[in-house]
């Protein structure tokens, strides 16, 4: 929406309209949108605003995830009680999945909420992780921390054919879904989604394919139909190419 041209007093008054009209429109799905995480505890590289709303009727989080939608690159956001304040995030997750160390640098809020992570994703951060090569500061536990926002905050292999990466969900699982949030362009092309029982991906069977290039942060979601269960998802790229992603999420079949 453009509304540059009026005051910032009438943007305000804009806004907030804007605000309760969409809460009203939409209802709860705003705020189903948004999934919770697991933590709340997040620093401060990707944040866009903090937003004390105005009184509208409506409990904070509703209030924050409207503010979101109505925020160009929000996706992220999170709320502090006390102060009755949003925190606005430019990031897909800005906290580290379970098993990450907590940092000794940011702010604790009361609950965060993602237009991305989805509740039922088991990956965690120290989910074992292996790959075919790393480039030197892309490291490969970016790959699998949840956190998706800046950089190097993900993992890219080396430029060679037949990359891979893979991660062992510990357990066998059938997948429903594997989504994953993109990094640079033209680092997920053509690539293979295999699941198998063992390390050795030969042996497993293919469950989806991303078919050409997906974009530069976004999020990619394969859908594999898949009735096989594995315990290890292997992401093959047979092409000539850096191959690498922000965060990957895993979703069984219920
Ligand atoms: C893994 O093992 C189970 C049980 O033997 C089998 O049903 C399944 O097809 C195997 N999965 C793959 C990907 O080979
Ligand atoms: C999943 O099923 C849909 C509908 O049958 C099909 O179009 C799609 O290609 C399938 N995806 C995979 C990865 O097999």
């Not at 189903?32 to 009727?57: D, H, I, N, Y």
């Not at 906290?95 to 509740?119: E, F, I, L, N």
Request: glycine letters at 6%; one cysteine or more.
């Amino acid at each position: 929406m453009n509304y540059a041209g009026f005051s910032s007093a009438v943007r305000t008054l804009v806004f907030w309209v804007l605000l309760v009209l969409l809460d009203s429109v939409m209802g709860g799905q705003v705020t189903s949108l948004f999934s919770k995480v697991g933590g709340s505890f997040v620093e401060k590289e990707c944040l866009l605003s903090t937003v004390v709303p105005a009184t509208t009727g409506m409990d904070l989080r509703r209030a924050c995830s409207s503010i979101c939608m109505l925020t160009a690159s929000c996706s992220f956001f999170c709320s502090l009680t006390s102060t009755g304040t949003c925190a606005l995030f430019k990031a897909f997750v800005a906290v580290r999945w379970q098993g990450h160390q907590v940092s000794t640098t940011g702010t604790k809020y009361d609950a965060c909420y993602t237009s991305w992570g989805d509740p039922r994703d088991i990956v965690k951060t120290n989910s074992p992780f292996t790959y075919s090569t790393a480039l030197t500061i892309y490291y490969p536990q970016f790959a699998t921390d949840g956190y998706a926002c800046v950089a190097p905050a993900y993992f890219v292999t080396g430029l060679y054919t037949n990359s891979f990466s893979q991660i062992d969900l510990q357990q066998t699982t059938r997948v429903q879904k594997v989504i994953a949030a993109t990094a640079w362009p033209r680092h997920i092309i053509d690539m293979d989604v295999i699941l198998s029982n063992t390390s050795d991906f030969n042996l497993g069977q293919k469950i989806g394919r991303v078919v050409g290039d997906t974009p530069a942060w976004s999020t990619y979601t394969i859908v594999t139909n898949s009735s096989v269960a594995g315990r290890y998802i292997t992401f093959y790229q047979i092409a000539m190419n850096h191959h690498g992603y922000a965060d990957i999420q895993i979703i069984p079949q219920p």
